[in-house]
């Protein structure tokens, strides 16, 4: 049998439908699987064993307008895909496997997409499942017959091969990272919208009281579109962080953020991906639920204010951005510091 299978766009999501795409894995272990997403996320599942082939979309790219699209489903029609399951919700999902003449396609009914899928499958009702989005996915397989049952896990873990992280240590060690010395990894910024992010003049107040106290090496990880914020918290730090933003691609996270100690950042795609690496997060929430989007990981710390307002999962806020000023730097730092105790005892 060969599967293709439709992933999700952001990198969280990515990170939380794993556990749905190793039972896929895991009861079709001698089917041919595909996973068409994002350039992004595809580097993201390389080394995973989840599937036979990644299969890179890139709509800003190579397959832009409505040529492109067209072009990857006549690619994707010549393979011959017996069934394709859309982990992604949107309508372009549905309308790419239908394109692509895959006999069967199954996805939940959503978007307006349900008369392109030969299984829509009914959308959870709220309360009807865990609030946690890596059981949307989960529950998607079961209401289609591919799992018996929604299994919890505690930890989504990312293999990263031991090569990667020797260049990953020997980039950060080049970058000026000292041997020895305590990493901070900071992600200041979320592609979702600006809601989510803490200030960034907090972001230095923590690294300064944390490199004063500990020695640590922090160094600052984001896009390119997110170099402002990373200038804004140099600018305030004592000493200069290590400042890797826009430097690095989304594919090299992983094995850098494996080399590292802590994590303290925003609800987003980094966060995710240092949980899944191993790395004791201090998470700041702000217009977004952790219920539904917390790290999969023990080694968490949520730091929250709920004003009256929170959740809104709004991009941007239009008022006073009040779920993110109410947080202070003694609070996350309180939330940091024990996990680099802990991280100094290890290397004791």
């Known amino acids: 049998m060969k599967i293709l299978i439709r992933a999700t766009n952001w990198v969280g999501d990515a990170i939380m439908a794993l ?34 082939q990644l299969i890179p979309y890139d709509p800003a790219g190579s397959h832009t307008g409505f040529s492109g699209r067209e072009r990857l489903a006549t690619e994707l ?20 496997a239908w394109r692509a003449s895959i006999p069967e396609r199954i996805g939940y009914g959503r978007d307006g997409r ?9 959308l959870p009702r709220q309360g009807e499942i865990p609030a946690h989005e890596k059981f949307y996915y989960l529950e998607l397989l079961r209401r289609a017959g591919w799992l018996d049952s929604l299994q919890d896990e505690s930890f989504i873990g990312l293999h990263v091969p031991k090569e990667k992280r020797r260049s990953a240590e020997e980039f950060l060690r080049k970058s000026g990272v000292r041997q020895g010395a305590l990493r901070i990894a900071i992600g200041a ?10 200030p960034p003049s907090r972001f230095a107040d923590v690294a300064n009281r944390l490199q004063s106290e500990m020695d640590a090496d922090v160094i600052l990880f984001g896009t390119a579109a997110e170099a402002a914020v990373s200038t804004a918290i140099s600018a305030e ?6 400042d890797l933003t826009g430097k690095t691609a989304i594919a090299d996270l992983p094995g850098l953020l494996s080399q590292c100690h802590l994590f303290i950042g925003n609800d987003s795609g980094a966060m995710h991906v240092a949980a899944a690496v191993g790395l004791p997060i201090a998470a700041v929430f702000g217009p977004t639920d952790p219920f539904g989007t917390a790290p999969v990981t023990p080694r968490c710390s949520i730091v ?45």
């Open 19 to 52: 556990p749905a795409l190793r039972a896929v894995r895991k009861r079709f272990a001698d089917a041919q699987i595909a996973i068409v997403a994002r350039p992004y996320v595809a580097d993201i599942y390389r080394d995973q064993e989840i599937c036979n």
């Open 189 to 198: 910024g979320a592609s979702y919208g600006s809601a989510k992010c803490w």
């Open 114 to 122: 349900s008369f392109l899928l030969t299984k829509a499958v009914p």
């Open 304 to 348: 929250q204010q709920k004003p009256y307002c929170s959740p809104c999962f709004l991009r941007r806020c239009p008022t006073d951005h009040r779920c993110m000023s109410a947080i202070t730097a003694d609070m996350v730092e309180a939330a940091a510091s024990p996990w680099l105790s802990s991280a100094q005892v290890q290397r004791a």
């Open 77 to 96: 029609r010549a393979q011959k895909f017996d069934v394709a399951l859309l982990l992604q919700n949107a309508f372009d999902a549905a309308w790419l």
């Open 237 to 242: 730090m004592s000493r200069p962080p290590i």
